[in-house]
């Protein structure tokens, strides 16, 4: 069992940039693909970045390439989602999720993650 939770999350305008963290539970961090996820109202839980278990490997959405980045501290259990030059389109509940059974590198699909946190709301303003 693992247990996420996500904080760092708030409320910000246009241009300004965000911290999301996610604090995992367990001893076997370090072997899980983890993801950054994110769900506006009435939209569907869309990919936003991916990075493997060592932390070489990332991936990410094109709508957020080169403004985001992933990175992940396996000694702390702790995965961060920095996120720069930020619009009002990144509004939403951002996820993060935990894949413990991965053959690939990265974890690009939602329904391949075992678990997920409950979420934190950005919200930025034009």
């Known amino acids: 069992q693992v247990q996420l939770v996500e904080s760092g999350g708030g409320l910000v305008q246009a241009g300004d940039s965000l911290r999301l963290s996610c604090a995992a539970s367990?001893?076997?961090?370090?072997?899980?693909?983890m993801g950054w996820f994110r769900q506006a109202p009435g939209k569907e839980r869309e990919f936003v970045a991916a990075i493997g278990r060592s932390g070489s490997s990332t991936y990410y959405a094109n709508s957020v390439k080169g403004r985001f980045t992933i990175a992940r501290d396996n000694a702390k259990n702790m995965v961060h989602l920095q996120m720069n030059s930020l619009k009002p389109e990144d509004t939403a509940v951002y996820y993060c999720?935990?894949?413990?059974?991965?053959?690939?590198?990265?974890?690009?699909?939602?329904?391949?993650?075992?678990?997920w946190g409950q979420g934190t709301q950005v919200t930025v303003n034009s």
């Open positions: 999720a935990a894949d413990r059974h991965h053959i690939m590198s990265v974890t690009l699909t939602r329904g391949e993650y075992d678990y």
């Open positions: 367990g001893r076997t961090f370090s072997n899980y693909n």
